[in-house]
């Protein structure tokens, strides 16, 4: 092989690195053009829904408080903000301590694969509360999900859905970040 040969071999090189750069910038022009359902979590800005379910591990009973005065009807009679206690897990409490990353999913498929990473996560990020919810869970399919990964990070069950409306579920697993205060910084990542 002569130097010029050698010299020449580069330069493909690089064009072919150019062209799979060209190539993956396409392709994601192309996916974010796509519009699913129309459902895309809640928009960066917006306040974030109160609510208050019981977390997965412990007794309490009953569905989601979404009530945002007192009796406020079918979302319950006390706020979901005042709903505080050892079994409860109140997003109003998690954002008046900082900013949160939460996860809305379903307790079956590959949903759940998420709250795994969110414990290897949130270990790197002392001062973020990490938090999930499963829409409409079984608390003892719950309780075998958390055993298996072992999980710290709470895990609440609304039981009767009312999430998925508020949070405007687009996809499972829906991941939203919270800033301190309770406004969404980002949209639902899946």
């Known amino acids: 092989m002569s130097q010029s040969e050698v010299r020449r071999t580069p330069r493909y090189g690089a064009y072919g690195g150019l062209l799979v750069v060209l190539v993956i910038g396409l392709i994601a022009i192309e996916t974010l053009g796509t519009h699913g359902s129309g459902a895309k979590g809640l928009a960066p800005g917006v306040r974030v829904p109160p609510f208050a379910v019981p977390l997965a591990l ?9 009530a945002t005065h007192a009796d406020d009807g079918p979302a319950g ?35 759940p694969d998420v709250l795994a990473d969110m414990q290897s996560l949130s270990g790197a990020f002392p001062g973020v509360s990490f938090a999930a919810v ?6 003892s399919s719950l309780r075998g999900l958390i055993r298996r990964h072992g999980l ?27 800033y301190p205060g309770g406004v969404i910084a980002s949209g639902a990542l899946l």
């Open 58 to 66: 412990g007794e309490l009973q009953g569905d989601a408080d979404t």
């Open 77 to 111: 009679p006390v706020p979901a903000c005042a709903e505080r206690g050892p079994a409860i897990l109140n997003i109003c409490e998690l954002y008046e301590r900082g900013p949160v990353v939460l996860a809305l999913f379903v307790d079956s498929g590959a949903c």
């Open 134 to 139: 499963a829409i409409q869970g079984q608390r």
């Open 152 to 178: 710290a990070l709470p895990v609440g069950i609304d039981s009767d859905g009312a999430l998925a409306t508020l949070f405007q579920l687009a996809t499972c697993p829906q991941v939203s970040f919270i």
